[in-house]
């Protein structure tokens, strides 16, 4: 018996390639470039265990397929909470210096707020300026296929 599930290494594995490609591409929208990471690793664990090495479907290689895909889904997330939530975004910018309540209210304004992540997406090449108007590019919409059919796959409804 392992010390640890295979699962816990392979989320190691993921967690590793994602800080070293994020850290690379920079443009890239960082919860997808985690999924792809994911499932990479996963993906290419799964196909070794079963396909290399012959390993028979037990219990223990359930459980480890379905500990790295909870896992994942955990670490997924807290980062969605943590780059999308009000509140950890005031903790984060108080934890580097204190704030007056006018300078929160004009930064977390819901027009500040909608500039911000508008600004995120221009940067990050998934809105473009088409004849005066925002429309999504062509990796925005992949990655809309890619949610809804990760929100399938857990049954996360919209």
């Known amino acids: 018996m392992t010390v640890l599930p295979d699962a816990i290494w392979m989320f190691a594995a993921s967690l590793v390639l994602h800080v070293g490609l994020a850290r690379v591409l920079t443009r890239v929208n960082r919860l997808l470039l985690f999924v792809a990471c994911g499932a ?28 790295f895909v909870c896992i994942c889904e955990f670490y997924i997330i807290l980062m969605m909470f943590s780059l999308a939530s009000v509140s950890a975004s005031i903790v984060h910018r108080m934890h580097r210096e204190p704030m007056t309540e006018a300078q929160m209210e004009a930064e977390y304004s819901s027009e500040e707020m909608v500039r911000s992540r508008l600004e995120r997406l221009v940067n990050t090449g998934y809105v473009i300026e088409t004849d005066g108007q925002l429309v999504l ?8 296929r890619i949610f809804d059919f990760v929100r399938a796959f857990f049954g996360h409804g919209r």
């Open 137 to 144: 590019a062509d990796k925005a919409h992949r990655s809309v």
């Open 40 to 67: 990479t690793v996963g993906g290419s664990w799964i196909a070794c265990q079963l396909l290399l090495a012959g390993a028979p479907v037990d219990i223990t290689f359930l459980r480890d397929v379905l500990l």
